[in-house]
């Protein structure tokens, strides 16, 4: 008997096919490995069977039905009061806080106005409020101008607007549909 060549153990970093010099597609090459050569934990297949297939985001876990331009409201006015703060102080390492905690409440201010914008009005309401998206459109934009400023007047003018936002949500029906019954309004 004529020994053959010797054998020769192929790895995840071959290149080329073992019989000829055409080169290996990158996911062919793992394919090629023994089974045994892939080690996975034991707690791999309960992980991946309990893993979500899709994972999706919203304002609150589930659809509430819950809008209310308060929440925003609260948020440009601790804006607000952060400028207001940031102005009366000289402490560096204060106004360097203020000025992080400020773009975070900013931020917040946005998303507020954005799911309210989004689901909460409907197109009917444009027939009660015919300035709905520029109002959204200016309050947005006065958000961000708010998180890149430190002058009060930005955030007393992006209060202004969530004022005139909160006064379109009543117009609709915001306050009946939205909010739990007995809470102030």
Request: proline share 8%; glycine share 4%.
């Amino acid at each position: 008997m004529i020994p053959g060549p010797p054998a020769v153990e192929r790895t995840a970093f071959d290149t080329r096919d073992r019989d000829s010099d055409i080169p290996l597609h990158p996911a062919t090459r793992y394919a090629l490995l023994p089974k045994a050569t892939v080690q996975r934990s034991p707690m791999h297949r309960l992980t991946r069977w309990f893993a979500p297939a899709t994972t999706v985001r919203a304002h609150c876990d589930l659809p509430c039905g819950v809008y209310d331009p308060e929440q925003a409201r609260i948020e440009a006015e601790s804006c607000f009061r952060i400028m207001e703060k940031y102005q009366a102080n000289t402490d560096e390492t204060f106004r360097s806080r203020a000025i992080g905690i400020k773009e975070e409440r900013a931020e917040l201010v946005k998303h507020h106005l954005d799911v309210l914008w989004h689901d909460y009005f409907k197109p009917e309401h444009v027939a009660t409020v015919p300035n709905l998206h520029e109002l959204f459109w200016d309050a947005t934009k006065a958000a961000s101008k708010v998180k890149a400023s430190v002058d009060p007047a930005d955030g007393q003018k992006l209060l202004d607007l969530i004022n005139d936002i909160d006064a379109a949500w009543k117009a609709t029906g915001g306050e009946e549909k939205t909010r739990v019954a007995g809470r102030p309004g």
